[in-house]
Antibody
């Protein structure tokens, strides 16, 4: 059974950094790419970046200067780190798996809510 | 970035009706390998989005056959043949031919 589960801090102070862990089960990170998506309250979906099976990454140009994605295949974990958070970074953050052939986002985590506030 | 434009923003329907959602991209979604990576997702209230249709017209595992996708190039459509109560929520189109982007969403609600 494919599962992804995010865990994050909930509340982050402005200008501080955000770290979220995505723990997966039912498949191997050496076989599937993982993206991070976020959704501000009441708004649409925004792609942040992807980590490929081989460990390479690609980021949304809007976040390239302050975003880092990494992973530990042996622990089945993917990590997101974003620096210099502001109030408009308040959102639900999702990790998602990409299908092997179709590259759709075929499985999503439940999401972790992050509020940026002092 | 590729801009995905969905219409309508809101779609009031009666149960049993057919529903149709349009998605238009700012540039062609045909990849150099010939595939078109246009997908549809449904987000029910309080839940994460779930994949319905991948590569324009392929239903994901477990998706009822009342859902169908069509289109090509820059114009795509999702149709629900007989809306059921469990179909209500926000529908998003998305492309992964280029750097992934999403449409703004269409809220399917009861008339």
């Amino acid at each position: 059974q494919v599962q992804l589960k995010e865990s994050g801090p909930g509340l982050v102070a402005p200008s501080q950094s955000l770290s979220i862990t995505c723990t997966v089960s039912g498949f191997s990170l050496t076989s599937y790419d993982i993206s991070w998506i976020r959704q501000p309250p009441g708004k649409g979906l925004e792609w942040l970046g992807v980590i490929w099976t081989g460990g390479g990454t690609n980021y949304n140009s809007a976040f390239m200067s302050r975003l880092s994605i990494s992973k530990d295949n042996s622990k089945s974990q993917v990590f997101l780190k974003m620096n210099s958070l502001q109030t408009d970074d308040t959102a639900i953050y999702y990790c998602v798996r990409h299908g092997y052939d179709d590259y759709a986002m075929d499985y999503w985590g439940q999401g972790t809510s992050v509020t940026v506030s002092s | 970035d590729v801009v995905m434009t969905q219409t309508p923003l809101s779609l009031p329907v009666s149960l049993g009706d057919q529903a149709s959602i349009s998605c238009r991209s700012s540039q062609s979604l045909v990849h150099s390998n010939g595939n078109t990576y246009l997908h549809w997702y449904l987000q029910k209230p309080g839940q994460s989005p779930k994949l319905l249709i991948y590569k324009v017209s392929n239903r994901f595992s477990g998706v009822p056959d009342r859902f169908s996708g069509s289109g090509s190039g820059t114009d795509f459509t999702l149709k629900i043949s007989r809306v059921e109560a469990e179909d209500l929520g926000v529908y998003f189109c998305s492309q992964s031919t280029h750097v992934p982007t999403f449409g703004g969403g269409t809220k399917l609600e009861i008339k």
